[in-house]
């Protein structure tokens, strides 16, 4: 019988991160979650253990290495390796104009969706080289690392970002048969949603839910995004199934950036 692969999630006590852990957990994964607030992290592993899915945790700041480093040492520890790592933690930041970003906030969030996914790439790949079998390495980017969103600019810098990193990175793993892709989300119905649209009030005089449906008119299938339609794709690209594709920044938005 062959082991459990196990995959490490990063900011999965809830929203997109948790749906992807539950999906992997579907797929046959051990799980170990992970994330900052230490309250919701434990509610969620209560629920999975009640799920009987075979499931570790630790609370970690994605922007110091030394907290991805650990994270990664828990996951070998406790499964004995570490075949599918999702970047997944990150922040939407200051919404705004351009000419009103503070310096402190940019410093918060590309410590978190730039740093944050470099520091995750690089103590997942130190790992999957060590064990010499491979792996996947899954970067959450989005939309606006497609294109530039107003009112986003700090945001949509960091998903640019993340599309640099997982192209360089693939180039750089591809000899060591790990594979790096992103998954670039659209309008998903989150609590970060929920902060955008509250925030786009100040800016752009509509009400509570307006700027949320306005973006959302925008789709082509006629829906806002699940974290389970997230999810779809990404179990393809932790599965044997995407084993030829790497360096790859893939939309699942629902028809709302065509490239």
């Known amino acids: 019988m062959s082991k ?6 990063t900011g999965s006590a809830q929203g997109i991160g948790k749906g992807l852990a539950e999906r992997l957990a579907k797929d046959g994964f051990a799980i170990v979650l992970s994330d900052i607030n230490e309250a919701t992290l434990n509610a ?3 629920e999975f253990q009640d799920k009987g899915i075979n499931v570790t945790s630790m609370v ?10 650990a994270l990664v040492q828990k996951a070998v520890d406790t499964f004995g390796s570490v075949d599918v790592f999702i970047n997944n933690a990150g922040i939407e930041g200051q919404l705004g104009p351009i000419t009103q970003v503070e310096p402190k906030l940019v410093d918060r969030i590309l410590d978190i969706n730039v740093k944050g996914v ?3 790439i690089r103590a997942a790949a130190n790992q999957m080289i060590k064990q010499g079998t491979g792996g996947k390495i899954i970067n959450a980017c989005s939309i606006a690392g497609q294109e530039g969103f107003e009112m986003l600019s700090p945001y949509s810098a960091t998903k640019f970002a993340v599309k640099g990193l997982t192209q360089a990175a693939a ?14 989300p659209g309008i998903v119905g989150t609590s970060m949603w ?3 649209d509250e925030e786009m009030t100040k800016f752009m005089g509509t009400k509570k839910g307006e700027a949320f449906q306005k973006y959302a008119e925008g789709i082509a299938l006629g829906r806002t995004q699940t974290p389970e339609d997230v999810a779809n794709l990404v179990s393809f690209l932790a599965s044997s199934n995407s084993d ?3 360096g790859q920044n893939i939309l699942t938005d629902g028809g709302m950036v065509f490239n």
């Open 4 to 9: 459990q692969k196990v995959a490490v999630i």
């Open 44 to 46: 969620a592993v209560k």
């Open 60 to 69: 970690g700041n994605v922007a110091k290495l030394e907290d991805q480093e």
């Open 118 to 120: 470099i520091y995750g």
């Open 171 to 184: 180039k750089e793993l591809a000899k060591f048969k790990i594979n790096v892709n992103s998954y670039c």
């Open 194 to 196: 929920e902060r955008i």
């Open 244 to 246: 030829y594709i790497t």
